[in-house]
Nanobody, 125 residues
Framework: QVQLVESGGGLVETGGSLRLSCVVS????????MGWFRQAPGKEREFVAA????????AYADSVKDRFTISRDNAKNTLYLQMKSLKPEDSAVYSC??????????????????WGQGTQVTVSS
């Protein structure tokens, strides 16, 4: 069984930065494509960013492009999301997700098999 645990969320002012981490255990981290999703109260879950198993390819939602950076350290079994120039509309619970794949990244939450519990990000105006 694969377990994902996020950390790094918190309260930050508009324009600030945060780095989220997602530690994966239970299986070989490098076999998984990974993604970040977020969900704000009363809204649907939203794709944020995705990365292939070897970090060869990445994808971002238009709303976060040029502000967020997804990365991974396979030696540390850890996925990251560096967020800068944060806006109040970035406030949400951020969750990481995993799917076994040596080829693609995935932007649809239905394509992922494993999820973390989420970490809250709140951006004050």
């Amino acid at each position: 069984q694969v377990q994902l645990v996020e950390s790094g969320g918190g309260l930050v002012e508009t324009g600030g930065s945060l780095r989220l981490s997602c530690v994966v255990s239970g299986r070989t981290f490098s076999r998984y494509a990974m993604g970040w999703f977020r969900q704000a109260p009363g809204k649907e879950r939203e794709f944020v960013a995705a990365i292939t198993w070897n970090a060869g390819s990445t994808a971002y939602a238009d709303s976060v492009k040029d502000r967020f950076t997804i990365s991974r350290d396979n030696a540390k079994n850890t996925l990251y999301l560096q967020m800068k120039s944060l806006k109040p509309e970035d406030s949400a619970v951020y969750s990481c997700a995993a799917r076994a794949s040596f080829v693609y990244y995935y932007t649809d939450y239905e394509d992922y098999n494993y999820w973390g519990q989420g970490t809250q990000v709140t951006v004050s105006s």
